[in-house]
């Protein structure tokens, strides 16, 4: 079973900055990080992992899904407010048939092409590849 600790991540600022997600939440050995740098708890970053076993829709595979979340705070008049959240949702599908090693690549793979500069501009400039 892994452990649960805080880690540290890098954020998009121009001088991109360390930001520590810590354990809020537990349940059913799902677990919720979040960055706790703000006074109200609706204004923290999140994320969270879920894993779901194999069930009559998926008899043969493992699902991993990862969901962050990023409320858009915002001053007016002097009171802070959640004005919209920003999410990004990833969900592995392992087959039940998958050595260590292949899910490794799954996950290499599914990370390293998240930061590729072509994939990151489309995702920045809200703009569609040419077709």
């Known amino acids: 079973m892994p452990q649960i600790v805080a880690f540290t991540i890098k954020d998009g600022s121009a001088v991109p900055a360390d930001v520590t997600y810590g354990l809020d939440n537990i349940q059913d050995g799902d677990i919720m990080l979040a960055d706790k740098r703000l006074s109200t708890r609706g204004f923290w970053p999140t994320i969270k992992s879920v894993l779901s076993l194999p069930n009559k829709q998926r008899p043969n595979y493992y699902r991993v899904t990862r969901e962050m979340t990023y409320p858009l705070v915002r001053t007016t008049n002097g009171v802070d407010a959640v004005?919209?959240?920003?999410?990004?949702?990833?969900?592995?599908?392992?087959?039940?048939?998958?050595?260590?090693?292949?899910?490794?690549?799954?996950?290499?793979?599914?990370?390293?092409?998240?930061?590729?500069?072509?994939?990151?501009?489309?995702?920045?400039?809200?703009?569609?590849?040419f077709s």
């Open 83 to 129: 004005v919209a959240v920003n999410r990004e949702v990833r969900s592995l599908f392992i087959s039940d048939k998958s050595t260590a090693q292949e899910i490794k690549h799954m996950i290499a793979l599914g990370q390293n092409q998240g930061a590729h500069a072509m994939m990151k501009t489309q995702a920045e400039n809200l703009e569609k590849f």
